[in-house]
């Protein structure tokens, strides 16, 4: 299983850097070198189970642990690979990509996603797995990240059911999409920190407009000013 995990690390840092490629290559290292160990494993469980039968908890929970992990990076490379698929429609005219189906996939591949990094969480807790695993994902800045990951994943879930209303729709849509920054929190989530204007027509980007903060106070302070100096048309008497 040391080969599976190494392998398994090197498809995190691979995904974690955008190189799906060899995410991939390295994902399906780890499948291989696992399904190795666990064929091997059965053989080897009775020796253990004299020596030290904690041990063999601890090896059950690192094999679920490696199996969860590998399914979680499965389907975050789906996801990903669907999610361009989106991006891409967008300047396809021929409009070709089902928005409805592909919704239904995102949504099922972030909820397999989210179920499985709970597992992970539980399995890495109270000294469930073998020491030397638990040292390494301490110091591990991916593991550190999932609490944040599975709020992403939340916040995801939420988005691919708007996918069918925004780009499959047979109408000009205007979409505003706020970015905000929730390490410094507001009344309304966080600190905002940009916002995206996006105008699509039957699920084709026609145009986009990125505004700061700043850029909008300026526009606000001189549309005032400009109503402050227009005077109001006066009746004439005929």
């Known amino acids: 299983q040391f080969l599976s995990l190494r392998s398994l690390e090197a498809s995190v840092n691979h995904l974690s850097d955008g190189n799906i490629q060899l995410s991939v290559k390295k994902l399906s290292a780890s499948m291989k070198y696992g399904q190795i160990g666990d064929s091997a494993y059965p053989y080897l469980k009775p020796f253990i189970d004299l020596v030290d039968p904690s041990l063999s908890a601890r090896i059950n929970n690192l094999n679920s642990f490696a199996s969860y992990t590998r399914s979680t990076l499965e389907n975050l490379q789906q996801t990903y690979n669907l999610a361009e698929k989106v991006l891409l429609s967008l300047g396809d005219t021929k409009g070709s990509l089902n928005y409805k189906d592909t919704s239904l996939a995102l949504h099922s591949n972030l909820s397999q996603i989210y179920e499985n990094l709970n597992q992970v969480k539980v399995l890495s807790s109270s000294n469930k797995l073998p020491r030397f695993l638990e040292e390494r994902l301490k110091s591990s800045q991916a593991y550190t990240k999932l609490p944040l990951l599975e709020d992403q994943v939340l916040q995801f ?82």
Do not use: W
């Not at 966080?190 to 699509?200: D, M, N, V």
């Open 157 to 238: 879930i939420k988005i691919t059911d708007l996918i069918p209303a925004f780009l499959g729709d047979y109408k000009t849509n205007n979409i505003l999409v706020l970015l905000q920054n929730d390490h410094f929190l507001r009344s309304n989530g966080g600190e905002l920190q940009s916002l995206f204007l996006i105008t699509l027509d039957q699920g084709h980007l026609i145009s986009k407009q990125n505004y700061l903060p700043s850029s909008l106070d300026l526009l606000y302070v001189s549309t005032a000013s400009a109503k402050k100096k227009t005077t109001n048309p006066r009746a004439v008497d005929l």
